[in-house]
């Protein structure tokens, strides 16, 4: 079975999400990109605003407020073109260098003498009246004759459909005629009163365009109108107070690099003041938030008590309060925005936008993307997410750099999002690869691996090597000591015997695997597993003893249970043992199959003398008993005593042989000291054949805390045989299973 192979959807999914948002990135498809920006530098305004400043060289830059003193004062809004023109000439009076009328004045007043003498009724009767209202001024008359005191510039409507072009002809264009396609299209105007838009210095648009979340984070300077260019009220103040009779639009020339290769509106030129734009002929504004310095309320202007200067050499922009729109610091009046422009303009605090930004940013992320691609193919999620977050993090310090050093807008969350989400789309096919590899490594090693094996070979297929390998390896083998007598004993209640054997040999193995073992061999006797394949271990040794030392505590709880049940027959349930041999050595570890199965096993010297350690375990007393080779391995977590040096098979070598008897606690005891002490000397004199002494120091071992009968027993019979036997002088002190 082939567990190394890439599915196509590692690389291929996360590379379909990076160009998706690619897409999405370069044609703003549902302005969604245009949002993700907005977002990014709305944050960017918040966190460090423009600052604010009263005057800006000459001028100011005012609104002019219908607070409640000021409905209080002339009525609810709107006001009569008389109480404009009033406040016009005060305006005037107070010092005010220009007005600007951000409201449209295309219909006549609705109150006007006019306006009610042609809402008589005819006759005779209401002849009179008729001609006495006919002659008195009108109202628009007379803020018209305001307005030719002060420069004034008033604003015309632009809408969709055909119609009347504005006489606007403020601005001459200069550059390839493709750059005006850009700049955002209106089929005709609705321009203000004859008599106002006579007596105005200047005329400009009134629209202000949002973005897709409906949202004002530009000045559109330049409109068209029937494809001609027509300026805005913002940048007819502008060129007013320039004293410029044009303003002059340059168009951007494109370079030979894919940087600056982007057609459009460049500046806009009033005088020797030059304003650089976005293509489309808008300019980002960078607020500074609604300051009460910026406010003139109406009624304190016509009440006389403002503050000294407060309008000397200022643009006081009037407009409806009731017209508001949404900005990044949330509802504003929509005169406010204006004044928050024009300060813009004249201060040369400009938030730019390069026009190579678009093409910058994508090509960042199809850079930094496709690496992200690149390394979750080949080097897996850990290296893809480290590009990942970094990518993301380097990209914000440049963009957040940029704009707090020079005022440019570099949008880093719109590629920063499309990269995480190409990372996300990476986790996910990884995701699906590991679910199916963790599907095929169950179906086909049948549980013999943990769960925590098969979640990492899953994830990381070459750790399996099923060809074969040599390997350190702890083998442990177990079983159900007198297992003959026990299934004897449940002859008749083969039910009873089935599910006893369940009982106990059940969560023998899952101590065995949540120790981190692998399953080799389970039988109705007993099973074996081993550590440090095909997995890693640097601690087999001690594992493989942990999980005997559990396995027994496991067996008391189990014969604790019986102990309170009967058989059918009535008959107590008799106490389980087990016994534990585990050995430590060099074996062959690979996979195996053979009818549509397949195991992964290991085999070598080791596991057979588990095995067989396992099966004369029970001579010795204690349940678990070890080569030399993990003692040593496992030394410094558990407690051995040597219990015996025997060649266990007819033509083995003779091996050491250790009892677990505890942990280090156990080991650091006086009793096991002394123990241990008393142990070294039996098989002392064993081996030099002091027999005599050797019985002594037996019976005086069975004296202590943790001896075992059995294993006395065991060596003093051998001594018994030995005495009828000598084993002669070339003796190498091991035991041989000559007795029974």
């Given at each position: 079975m082939k567990l190394g192979s890439r599915p196509i959807e590692v690389w291929a999914f996360p590379l379909i999400i990076l160009i998706a948002a690619m897409l999405v990135l370069a044609t703003d498809a549902g302005g969604l990109a245009g949002r993700v920006r907005g977002v990014l530098f709305d944050a960017y305004q918040h966190s460090q605003p423009r600052p604010y400043h009263d005057r800006i060289g000459k001028f100011a830059v005012r609104t002019l407020e219908a607070d409640q003193a000021s409905i209080a004062r002339f009525g609810a809004w709107p006001w009569p073109r008389t109480v404009l023109a009033k406040l016009t000439s005060e305006m005037k009076s107070a010092g005010a260098a220009m007005v600007v009328f951000a409201l449209p004045l295309d219909r006549p007043d609705p109150a006007s003498p006019q306006q009610l003498a042609a809402g008589l009724p005819p006759g005779p009767q209401a002849d009179a009246a008729r001609a006495a209202l006919s002659a008195v001024q009108s109202p628009d008359d007379a803020l018209a004759g305001?307005?030719?005191?002060?420069?004034?510039?008033?604003?015309?409507?632009?809408?969709?459909?055909?119609?009347?072009?504005?006489?606007?002809?403020?601005?001459?264009?200069?550059?390839?005629?493709?750059?005006?396609?850009?700049?955002?299209?209106?089929?005709?105007?609705?321009?203000?009163?004859?008599?106002?838009?006579?007596?105005?210095?200047?005329?400009?648009?009134?629209?202000?365009?949002?973005?897709?979340?409906?949202?004002?984070?530009?000045?559109?300077?330049?409109?068209?109108?029937?494809?001609?260019p027509a300026s805005s009220i913002e940048a007819e103040a502008t060129r007013l107070s320039q004293n410029a009779n044009k303003l002059i639009a340059r168009g951007n020339t494109p370079g030979r690099s894919i940087f600056d290769n982007a057609s459009g509106i460049a500046t806009i030129e009033a005088g020797t003041l030059a304003i650089p734009t976005e293509p489309d002929g808008s300019i980002w504004i960078a607020y500074s938030g609604a300051n009460a310095a910026r406010r003139i309320s109406a009624a304190a202007l016509d009440s006389g008590t403002l503050p000294a200067n407060a309008l000397k050499d200022a643009i006081v922009i009037v407009g409806a309060p009731d017209a508001m729109v949404q900005t990044p610091d949330g509802p504003r009046n929509a005169a406010s925005v204006r004044a928050e422009a024009l300060e813009n303009i004249l201060s040369g605090y400009h938030l730019m936008r390069p026009p190579s930004a678009d093409m910058a940013e994508l090509i960042f992320l199809a850079i930094a993307g496709g690496t992200v691609v690149f390394l979750l193919y080949r080097f897996g999620l850990l290296w893809a997410g480290a590009l990942t977050v970094l990518a993301i993090a380097g990209a914000g310090y440049l963009s957040w750099s940029l704009y707090s050093g020079n005022h440019v807008l570099l949008d880093s969350l719109g590629p920063?999002?499309?990269?995480?989400?190409?990372?996300?789309?990476?986790?996910?096919?990884?995701?699906?690869?590991?679910?199916?590899?963790?599907?095929?490594?169950?179906?086909?090693?049948?549980?013999?691996?943990?769960?925590?094996?098969?979640?990492?070979?899953?994830?990381?297929?070459?750790?399996?090597?099923?060809?074969?390998?040599?390997?350190?390896?702890?083998?442990?083998?177990?079983?159900?000591r007198n297992f003959s007598g026990v299934a004897e004993s449940f002859r008749d209640d083969p039910a009873g015997f089935t599910d006893l054997v369940g009982r106990v040999l059940s969560p023998l193995v899952e101590v065995a695997l949540a120790k981190g073992a692998t399953l080799d061999r389970l039988t109705t006797e007993g099973f074996s597993a081993f550590w440090n394949a095909p997995l890693d271990d640097s601690e087999h040794a001690i594992h493989a003893c942990e999980a005997a030392s559990r396995m027994i505590e496991v067996v008391a709880d189990v014969n604790d249970a019986l102990s309170r049940e009967r058989r059918f027959d009535g008959l107590a349930i008799g106490p389980?043992?087990?016994?534990?041999?585990?050995?430590?050595?060099?074996?062959?570890?690979?996979?195996?199959?053979?009818?549509?199965?397949?195991?992964?096993?290991?085999?070598?010297?080791?596991?057979?003398?588990?095995?067989?350690?396992?099966?004369?375990?029970?001579?010795?007393?204690?349940?678990?008993?070890?080569?030399?080779?993990?003692?040593?391995?496992?030394?410094?977590?558990?407690?051995?005593?040597?219990?015996?040096?025997?060649?266990?098979?007819?033509?083995?070598?003779?091996?050491?042989?250790?009892?677990?008897?505890?942990?280090?606690?156990?080991?650091?005891s006086p009793k096991f000291r002394a123990l241990s002490t008393f142990h070294e000397h039996i098989f002392q004199s064993l081996r030099t054949q002091q027999w005599e002494k050797s019985r002594g120091l037996i019976d005086q071992c069975r004296k202590l805390s943790g001896a075992s009968p059995k294993l006395y027993d065991l060596h003093l019979a051998r001594i018994d045989y030995f005495e009828d036997n000598p084993p002669g002088t070339d003796w190498d002190g091991a035991f041989r299973p000559i007795l029974k």
């Open positions: 305001a307005m030719k005191t002060i420069p004034v510039v008033s604003g015309f409507t632009l809408q969709r459909g055909a119609g009347a072009a504005p006489q606007n002809n403020s601005v001459t264009f200069d550059g390839a005629r493709d750059a005006l396609s850009h700049i955002p299209e209106f089929g005709h105007a609705i321009a203000p009163l004859p008599q106002i838009e006579a007596a105005s210095a200047a005329s400009g648009a009134l629209n202000l365009l949002s973005d897709s979340d409906g949202k004002v984070r530009r000045a559109a300077l330049l409109l068209r109108v029937s494809g001609k920063g999002i499309a990269l995480a989400l190409t990372f996300a789309a990476g986790v996910a096919a990884r995701g699906l690869e590991v679910g199916r590899a963790r599907s095929r490594l169950r179906n086909a090693f049948a549980e013999a691996l943990p769960v925590g094996a098969l979640d990492q070979i899953a994830r990381n297929p070459h750790l399996l090597k099923l060809e074969g390998e040599a390997r350190t390896v702890s083998y442990l083998s177990c079983g159900i389980i043992e087990i016994g534990v041999g585990i050995s430590t050595g060099t074996a062959i570890a690979g996979g195996f199959g053979a009818h549509g199965r397949n195991v992964y096993s290991v085999t070598g010297d080791c596991t057979v003398l588990a095995g067989r350690i396992q099966q004369h375990s029970a001579q010795y007393g204690p349940a678990i008993i070890v080569s030399e080779d993990t003692r040593k391995g496992a030394e410094r977590g558990f407690a051995f005593l040597e219990v015996d040096y025997i060649a266990i098979g007819a033509h083995d070598e003779p091996v050491k042989l250790y009892a677990v008897l505890g942990n280090p606690l156990v080991r650091a």
